[in-house]
């Protein structure tokens, strides 16, 4: 490339011909009554559709990744700390945020004798969107023998935020899994408060074949001026979800209940179809974050190594 010619030239790709005059009029018409008329939808503005796919196998050397699919803005790190073999997946969302109309999806399968801890870089953002849900979809898969840990951190959905979220899970006899969601609905330091949006979280587990849990937790536009009934969620803004599969389910589940009153935050368990079922409140999502924290330390160190435990990037 040669710089003998103007360097503006190069910018003028990027450069509207577009008058001061014009713009402030353009502006100026963001007050009137014809713009709401004007204002797109979210199918009309450009949509985020990223894909993100990890299978790992387990080999005599430890977990090796098998396959790996990406696409923007999903993008997957596997972070090594002195040069020790394969521990943690991390998803990063580059666009720094999710807007209404856009679609994620992300699976992870661990085939035998595999174990891995699957995280995000941050907490995911909803923003506000016109019109659309943000679609997100996770598929998880473990094999006889895997071990995998699905325990992203926390997806904060702001006010008006629109979210339809599902996660579905495929579990062998033999395998051993851990895995975790949690919503903040308005940030407690901000002052926010959510008073209309919509989210729609479902999951599906299936064992060999069979559904043996769903569940789901909808919210809309005309019942988040109920969440403060005790029936619902009463002064809780952030909640979490969590189930295991794996040995010993009666051992797990009277650990996981004497446990609960030591946490930071309200918790409590019980079993269903072969799953514990944990959900964990807090009124801030701080709380919540130190009560999942101190579960999974005191887990990991019930239960011995592997990647039950808290990953990584919650430390950094």
């Known amino acids: 490339m040669s710089f003998r010619d103007d360097p503006r030239s190069l910018w003028e790709p990027m450069l509207d011909a577009t008058s001061p005059a014009d713009l402030a009029s353009d502006l100026s018409e963001l007050g009137s009554s014809e713009w709401p008329a004007r204002n797109p939808c979210d199918k009309d503005l450009q949509r985020a559709e990223g894909c993100g796919r990890i299978v790992v196998g387990g080999l005599e050397k430890g977990t090796r990744i098998m396959d790996v699919f990406q696409r923007s803005p999903i993008h997957i790190l596997f972070p090594r700390i002195g040069g020790g073999g394969l521990e943690e997946a991390v998803v990063v969302n580059t666009a720094g945020g999710v807007a209404g109309g856009d679609r994620l999806e992300f699976g ?90 919509h989210i729609n979280d479902g999951w599906r587990v299936k064992k060999d074949g069979r559904l043996i849990w769903a569940d789901g937790f909808r919210v809309t536009d005309e019942m988040f001026a109920h969440l403060r009934r005790k029936a619902l969620l009463s002064n809780y803004k952030a909640v979490a979800t969590l189930i295991y599969f794996g040995p010993h389910p009666d051992r797990r589940l009277e650990f996981l209940r004497d446990l609960a009153l030591s946490l930071e935050c309200t918790c409590a368990a019980t079993s269903v179809g072969g799953l514990i079922v944990a959900r964990f409140a807090a009124e801030v999502s701080s709380d919540l974050r130190l009560g999942l924290r101190s579960f999974l330390q005191q887990f990991s160190r019930e239960f011995g190594p592997g990647p039950f435990r808290v990953p990584k990037m919650w430390l950094c």
């Open 108 to 197: 992870v399968t661990a085939l035998p004798d595999a174990s891995i801890a699957v995280t995000s870089q941050a907490a995911e953002k909803i923003y506000r969107a016109l019109n659309e849900p943000a679609r997100m979809a996770t598929k998880l898969k473990a094999c006889e023998g895997a071990k995998l840990a699905w325990l992203p951190q926390e997806t904060i959905v702001f006010n008006w935020g629109r979210l339809s979220r599902k996660t579905e899970i495929e579990l062998c006899s033999g395998a051993e899994l851990l895995a975790l969601e949690w919503l903040v609905m308005g940030r407690a330091a901000h002052g926010e408060e959510m008073i209309g949006g």
